[in-house]
């Protein structure tokens, strides 16, 4: 390739990570720069619809992924009016064939742990742990980055620099300050269960959503099906920055009284051990994508709410476009990268808008209360699995 090939990339989560592999295919060398000393088994399940698993797939992490992800056999519609299950939609091998790539719900440290290893074993992707991005200056030579390892800090040149560094970015934060996350006014609780700790129809190979009045729950297998993975999400004011502050279980099950909630429910919201809370903050919709030979990825541009399970996959998708647009160009200096990585911002825009939006319609579904959720209720009955399905299509079918 004619232009030069050094690409820095701020944040080793899974957008980071995805990134420097599609870039890596395209001929860059990456440095990913990642501030935490070790990858931590920090945070639980992530869902990966056929769009993300299908860039995975392309990126060769099939065979390490096959053992870790689970393939829910369906996802149950649950809700806590009617006390059960409303609809059953089927996933499987079948609904893979189909899309011609799994739905996948894995660990987020599993997910972490096999894009860091496929890193590992590329010559051209440098991984450096413990090592924290400051800031960036543009000149004539390119960009220089500064970065801090412990009580040393660097200066390193560099083509481009990639924000993948999450909702708090300090990427975004020097492009763009005035782009603040926003408190949701929802906290997530997130624990899991040992499978053998429940009854069996609890530990299928099914995704549970319960929706219910101002909360909703959704309990998956992960850990190839050794542990289920349970996210209940409340109302709340404690918006604090992190992903895995201690809460006390009252907290959490007194969000979910009954009789407004069967002991179905319940029973599962009880069984978690060791329950942690992270505050759902989002970035406002319209943050710019690039600036120059700087452009951001995931999180930091777009975290939204987890209501469409599109956070982890919306990085993912980020990634290989950024590699497309990145690998495409053949114009030298900084103007091609700066095109480039506009044209990247321009090709994502809209999808990812769209994503936010219906993440907050499903939300404001989910917790309905009174009238509203007695017509929810009848409407999903009435459409049927396949129509319902067939409204994630324009999701599960992207392409890159
Ligand atoms: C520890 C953790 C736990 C999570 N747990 C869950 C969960 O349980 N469920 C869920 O739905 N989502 C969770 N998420 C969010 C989910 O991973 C993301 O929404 C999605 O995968 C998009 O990822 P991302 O790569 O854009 O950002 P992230 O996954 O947030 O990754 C950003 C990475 O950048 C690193 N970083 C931040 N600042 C700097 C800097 N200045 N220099 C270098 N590195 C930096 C962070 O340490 C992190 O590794 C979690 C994220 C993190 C970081």
Redesign the pocket.
Known sequence: MAVSRTIFI???????LTAALALAAKGFRIVV????ER??E?????QLSPNASRVLVGLGLLDRLRLRAVTPEAISIMSARAGGELMRLPLGEAATQAAGAPYWVVH?ADLQAALAAAVGDHPDIELRLG????DAAAHARGLTIV?RSGNSRQNELANALIG????????RQHLFPDVQPRFSGLI?W?GTIDATQLPKEFTARRVQLWMGPGAHLVAYPIAGGRQINV?AVVPGTWNRPG??TAGHPSEVVDAFPAPHWPSAARMMLTAVDGWRK?ALFGVPEGCEWSKGQVAL????VH?ML?FAAQ??G??IEDATVLAQHLGGNTTEGAEGIARALRQYGRARQARVRRVQRAARQQGRIYHMTGPLAIARDLAIRALGPQRVLARQDWIYDWRP
């Open positions: 701020a944040g080793a989560g899974i957008g980071g720069l990642e501030k935490a990858l931590e920090v945070g639980a399940g992530l987020r090592a924290t991005f400051e970065h993948a560094d999450g909702v708090w970015s300090t990427v997530a997130r996210v992903w895995s992270w990825l995931g999180d930091a975290a987890p956070g982890a919306m990085a």
